[in-house]
Nanobody
Framework: QVQLVESGGGLVQPGGSLRLSCVASRSSFAFSAMAWYRQGPGKQRELVALLPSGGRANYADSVKGRFTISSGNAKNTVYLQMGSLKPEDTAVYYC???????????WGQGNQVTVSS
């Protein structure tokens, strides 16, 4: 079993920045990819950013140039640096990890990000 613990959400004004963190109970070497998803009010959950192991990050068009996904030196942490935030970025953000063995998906508990003046 893998646990993903998120932190860093909160309330921010439009144009501001936030960084989300996700710490896995297992080294990220066990994962083929780690990602961030979000679910806004009345919307379906959507992929925000994907970081394949040893690969290039991919982003949703709506966040390209504003958000950056990265892994930490500890290799069990993934970050989402969010900048130039807009009200439409308001959502619950979820960390996701997919294992090499069995393609199992694990999710964090969700972290509310609210962009409002």
């Amino acid at each position: 079993q893998v646990q993903l613990v998120e932190s860093g959400g909160g309330l921010v004004q439009p144009g501001g920045s936030l960084r989300l963190s996700c710490v896995a109970s297992r080294s990220s070497f066990a994962f083929s990819a780690m990602a961030w998803y979000r679910q806004g009010p009345g919307k379906q959950r959507e992929l925000v950013a994907l970081l394949p192991s040893g690969g290039r990050a991919n982003y949703a068009d709506s966040v390209k140039g504003r958000f950056t996904i990265s892994s930490g030196n500890a290799k069990n942490t993934v970050y989402l640096q969010m900048g130039s935030l807009k009200p439409e970025d308001t959502a619950v953000y979820y960390c996701n990890a997919v294992t090499y063995i069995g393609d199992l998906n694990y999710w964090g508990q969700g972290n509310q990000v609210t962009v409002s003046s």
